[in-house]
């Protein structure tokens, strides 16, 4: 399918996310089919390593939704719920920015969900 001279070419981000999907579904059919990595490069059109990337890409974890029911949380939430790194928020917490509450002898912390909402006001 070639392009005219000046012709544009329209493409929104979600036609080229299923590309990318439908490429690798292929990809893993093919696999399961029990194509090499080279095989399954040249059906698609790629080089045999950018087969093997597609084939070996980890999707994306979904982030846990932090629970409004929750009334204690983990350092890793709070970090989550002011978009900061977790050791930032246990400096805050050192330092009486933060206020948390140790609960085992190695030092975990957790911290009420009012004392977060009130730091971010």
Same mark, same amino acid.
């Given at each position: 399918m070639a392009m005219e001279k000046g012709e544009e070419r329209t493409e929104t981000i979600g036609d080229a996310e299923n590309v990318v999907t439908s490429k690798r579904d292929e990809a893993l059919r093919l696999r399961d089919a029990g194509l090499t990595y080279?095989?399954? @490069?040249?059906?698609?059109?790629?080089? +045999?390593? /950018?087969?093997?990337?597609?084939?070996?890409? +980890? +999707?994306p974890k979904p982030q846990k939704p932090v629970l409004e029911s929750k009334t204690m949380l983990r350092v890793s939430e709070v970090a989550q719920i002011l978009g900061l790194h977790p050791n930032t928020v246990r400096r805050w917490s050192d330092q009486g920015l933060l +206020?948390?509450?140790?609960?085992?002898?190695? @030092?975990? /912390? /957790?911290f009420q969900r009012e004392d977060v909402e009130r730091f971010i006001k």
């Open positions: 080279n095989q399954i @490069g040249q059906l698609l059109g790629l080089s +045999k390593q /950018r087969a093997w990337q597609i084939l070996k890409a +980890k +999707k +206020k948390a509450i140790v609960i085992t002898n190695r @030092g975990d /912390r /957790r």
